[in-house]
């Protein structure tokens, strides 16, 4: 299989979940309240970063309405093993561990 790099740009939605509220922004809004969502796009895929001034965030969804190739898969990792299942990043754990 040939490996192909697909760059999908800004989400069309992003939620926003934290302790206190929920909020869904739309088009190319990444900033509600004092959480900050930011895109770079990277070589081999794209870094996504959240920061929040006080808001505790429990969860963020990304979701485009761009249509995939029928060829595409979304590939994870987690411990070694690539599977077709759900996507994530490798290495990361959420929501995060908590503390005490």
């Given at each position: 299989?040939?490996?192909?790099?697909?760059?999908?740009?800004?989400?069309?939605?992003?939620?926003?979940?934290?302790?206190?509220?929920k909020e869904i922004l739309e088009g190319?809004?990444?900033?509600?309240r004092d959480v900050t969502v930011e895109f770079e796009d990277k070589e081999e895929g794209a870094?996504?970063?959240?920061?929040?001034?006080t808001s505790r965030v429990?969860?963020?969804?990304?979701?485009?309405?761009?249509?995939?190739?029928?060829?595409?898969?979304?590939l994870r990792t987690q411990g070694g093993e690539e599977s077709a299942e759900e996507p994530s990043c490798p290495g990361i754990s959420w929501p995060p561990a908590r503390e005490g």
């Amino acid at each position: 299989m040939q490996k192909a790099i697909f760059k999908p740009g800004l989400p069309d939605y992003i939620t926003i979940e934290t302790e206190e509220w929920k909020e869904i922004l739309e088009g190319d809004r990444t900033t509600v309240r004092d959480v900050t969502v930011e895109f770079e796009d990277k070589e081999e895929g794209a870094a996504v970063s959240v920061t929040a001034e006080t808001s505790r965030v429990r969860s963020l969804k990304l979701r485009w309405n761009t249509p995939l190739d029928k060829k595409s898969r979304i590939l994870r990792t987690q411990g070694g093993e690539e599977s077709a299942e759900e996507p994530s990043c490798p290495g990361i754990s959420w929501p995060p561990a908590r503390e005490g």
